[in-house]
């Protein structure tokens, strides 16, 4: 054992804009590689906050060194720092956890992959639809099944310059039955026949896969996931919050709503039973670097159902890109860099990215405070916005030094 030194440095930029805080952890007689460059680093979350990001934190590795930092506020009231411990929602990168837990239970042959849904879930998906949709098809968003969230959030149907907040208000303390967010989705049109590709992304699928493991495992699904998935992998700070509050240090969440909240508004308080088991996990950036560690170890899952977590598809993202997905994973292809495996979440005033390259050396976590920040054209698109830049630079950074 060598140990491993720590080292802290924070500044004041200016009044009232925030700390930057930078810690490296290295093991002792090992200078840091090249490509993990603190200030590189710090500069590319600096440059994030000052292209209008209120807080960003984030953790960088590379094999056993460790860089953390921060820029910005926490709170724009009162200036308080954002610091890279603070707790955070995650949105879906929960879907990785959701998803690891009913690969568990494929591995102890409770579950079959490409077993009819219908069969295991029949009040919720009877008829045709629940024979020719698989338990596969609702991890990798292939199920062909609506999205819920414009039905549950009706003010937020039609373009981005004609939403408005009136449901994300409503719903701020509304607990909500995920049954009946799911027949909501299913109740919807289909925007593509089950199986097909490019998939569509759609929280529905997740939900169902929630009530499939209680089903399955005879206690909710939040619960069987923090015993059978968060607590063996050692996070400890990652759960399911039981009310609207995060506990413990954490950022005020700002939500711009695509310019319909001038100033963006406050919702880090919020219940997230609209979309536990898609998007309910508080998490740090630590501890998400290290469960997708674990994960791509064969820590989590064994190997043969790791494999089938990477199978991917190309996908429609709620954003309308196109990404890879797999069964709760997302592949990230840099060249010159490498294949990175995690997710991307966010929430109402939250956001987060994780990732992991597939030897496990290089990894990534980071959170910011604002969301929906980009503004509509007069033709309705949002439009091109600083803070869209300086994630991508975030991330060139970050995962390639």
Not at 257 to 270: A, F, H, M, Q
């Amino acid at each position: 054992m060598t140990g491993t030194v720590t080292t802290t440095v924070t500044r004041q930029k200016r009044q009232m804009t925030g700390a930057v805080t930078t810690t490296v952890i290295r093991q002792k007689g090992r200078p840091m590689r090249p490509n993990l460059d603190p200030a590189a680093l710090q500069a590319a979350l600096d440059d994030l906050h000052g292209a209008g990001m209120p807080g960003v934190f984030a953790e960088v590795g590379d094999g056993d060194q460790v860089w953390r930092g921060a820029a910005g506020v926490a709170d724009l009231e009162t200036g308080r720092p954002v610091t890279p411990d603070m707790r955070h929602r995650v949105g879906s990168i929960t879907k990785t956890f959701t998803a690891a837990a009913v690969l568990q239970q494929v591995e102890r042959g409770r579950i079959g992959l490409d077993a009819p849904v219908g069969e295991l879930l029949p009040d919720l998906v009877p008829g045709e639809r629940g024979r020719r949709v698989t338990v596969r098809m609702l991890l990798n968003h292939t199920s062909g099944f609506a999205e819920y969230i414009p039905y549950a959030f009706p003010s937020l149907q039609g373009a981005p310059w004609d939403v408005s907040p009136r449901s994300l208000d409503a719903y701020r303390f509304r607990r909500c039955d995920p049954v009946e967010l799911i027949a909501l989705g299913l109740a919807a049109p289909a925007p593509a026949e089950p199986g097909g590709t490019p998939g569509v992304y759609s929280n529905t699928n997740y939900l169902l896969l929630g009530q499939l493991l209680e089903k399955v495992t005879g206690a909710p699904a939040e619960a069987y996931i923090e015993d059978h998935v968060i607590a063996p992998a050692g996070l400890r700070h990652t759960a399911f919050p039981d009310g609207p509050r995060v506990e413990g240090p954490h950022s005020r969440m700002y939500e711009g709503l695509w310019g319909t909240l001038e100033p963006p508004r406050d919702y880090s308080e919020y219940d997230m039973s609209w979309d536990m088991a898609g998007a309910g996990l508080v998490s740090t950036v630590a501890d998400l670097n290290l469960f997708y560690g674990k994960l791509l170890a064969g820590e989590v899952v064994g190997a043969a159902a790791l494999a089938e977590m990477r199978r991917t598809v190309p996908v429609i993202a709620l954003d309308g890109s196109t990404i890879e997905y797999g069964l709760g994973l997302e592949k990230l292809m840099i060249p010159g860099c490498g294949t990175f495996w995690g997710n991307r979440g966010t929430v109402w005033g939250a956001g987060a990215m994780s990732f992991t390259r597939e030897d496990g050396g290089r990894r990534m976590s980071a959170a910011v405070n604002l969301m929906r920040w980009s503004k509509p054209d007069a033709s309705g698109q949002p439009q091109p916005h600083p803070v869209d830049g300086a994630i991508k630079a975030l991330y060139a950074r970050a995962l390639c030094g």
